[in-house]
């Protein structure tokens, strides 16, 4: 299918946070239970329409574990926008964001977007980080946020599409 439009994103955060979820729930509306460890990086791609213009998104899932990081590393090159997931049900993963964000400016263009996604709306009576919190560190770093459920896929859909814009 021919496309006006191609961008790279790159999906970065701690293992377990739900980024290969979003990217299934996004490419093929489907949810995936059990937590299939991703090793190394793995890739999706969906067309979306924008403004009555194609838009190719390429989407990079990497592998959240911390053996597989200098391999993430390698992928920011190139990728229009990041995003930035943790799970709103485990401080920890919200407690690195710092790490990966470093990390992130580090290796990529100066002009990559970085989102900010709070993952697991759905599990309200698990949370642990605020939603005001997620958009207060949003806030001081420049990022887009929104939480989002790979689960019910609420937030799926509108994160993508306003991502690239
Ligand atoms: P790595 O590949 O190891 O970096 O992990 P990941 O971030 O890709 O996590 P993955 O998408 O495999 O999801 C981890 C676990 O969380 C799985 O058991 C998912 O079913 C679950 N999960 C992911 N997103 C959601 C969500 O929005 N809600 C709920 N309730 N569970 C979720
Ligand atoms: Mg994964």
Given at each position: ?165
């Amino acid at each position: 299918m021919a496309y006006a439009y191609l961008f790279k994103y790159i999906i970065i955060g701690d293992t377990g946070v739900g980024k290969s979820c979003l990217l299934l729930q996004f490419t093929d509306k489907r949810f995936q239970p059990v937590h299939d460890l991703t090793i190394g990086v793995e890739f999706g791609a969906r067309m979306i329409t924008i403004d009555g213009k194609q838009i190719k998104l390429q989407i990079w899932d990497t592998a959240g574990q911390e053996s597989f990081r200098s391999i993430t590393r390698s992928y920011y090159r190139g990728a229009a926008g990041a995003l930035l997931v943790y799970d709103i049900t485990r401080r920890d993963t919200f407690n690195h964001l710092t790490t990966w964000l470093e990390d992130a400016r580090q290796h990529s263009n100066s002009n990559m977007v970085i989102m900010l996604i709070g993952n697991k709306s759905d599990l309200e009576s698990r949370r642990e980080v605020k939603k005001e919190e997620g958009e207060a560190f949003a806030r001081e770093h420049g990022l887009i946020f929104m939480e989002t459920s790979a689960k019910t896929a609420s937030n799926v859909e509108e994160f993508f599409h306003t991502a690239h814009s």
